[in-house]
């Protein structure tokens, strides 16, 4: 393997048409939280995302997705064509072979290691309160506090208020973090 491969590819099969419910907000979500991670804890990743059979009416996920203007990982998007989903038994009624996508993506890992997850999944619950921080902090470096409020009130469950307060919160904190360096 190449010196300069990643330590760790994560695939992730998805496609921009509600698939499951609320897909752009748990993709987005999921993206948000991998991101930060990688960059706090300097890990050498990539992110693999499989787009199988993108509806033609909806922009691709790479378009639809937020991205920071400083990715700490690499991001690849696999697109796989409408054409090459209907070589498969049951296209018309299954719009997203899962593990065929995933093993599309697994192919194309450059990483010593592979992660294979999702589609991330839809909330049975409340979110864990280091996961809604994780979000946030991801969230605030790149939008506003509303709009960063906004979203984490659609992904994780929890009421408009308690958020607002633990964003207003986290974003004293790193102000605070920010002054006492030199």
């Keep these: 393997m190449a010196n300069n491969a990643p330590y760790l590819s994560v695939i992730v099969a998805a496609r921009n048409d509600n698939h499951g419910g609320n897909m752009l907000s748990r993709m987005q979500a999921f993206l948000d939280c991998w991101i930060e991670q990688a960059r706090r804890f300097n890990l050498s990743s990539e992110i693999v995302i499989v787009e199988w059979n993108p509806p033609a009416e909806r922009p691709r996920l790479k378009d639809a997705l937020r991205w920071p203007a400083d990715l700490p990982c690499a991001v690849r998007f696999v697109e796989v064509p409408k054409e090459v989903h209907a070589r498969f038994p049951h296209s018309e009624a299954i719009p997203l072979h899962q593990m065929i996508a995933k093993n599309a993506g697994i192919r194309r890992a450059r990483g010593e290691f592979v992660l294979v997850i999702g589609p991330p999944a839809a909330s049975s619950g409340i979110m864990a309160q280091d996961d809604l921080d994780e979000l946030l902090r991801s969230a605030l470096k790149r939008?506003?506090?509303?709009?960063?409020?906004?979203?984490?009130?659609?992904?994780?469950?929890?009421?408009?208020?308690?958020i607002y307060a633990r964003a207003l919160e986290l974003a004293r904190q790193d102000q605070e973090d920010g002054d006492g360096e030199d």
Excluded: F, M, N, T
Excluded at 143 to 162: L, Q, T, Y
């Design 143 to 162: 939008d506003s506090v509303k709009d960063a409020v906004a979203h984490a009130v659609e992904v994780s469950g929890r009421p408009r208020r308690e």
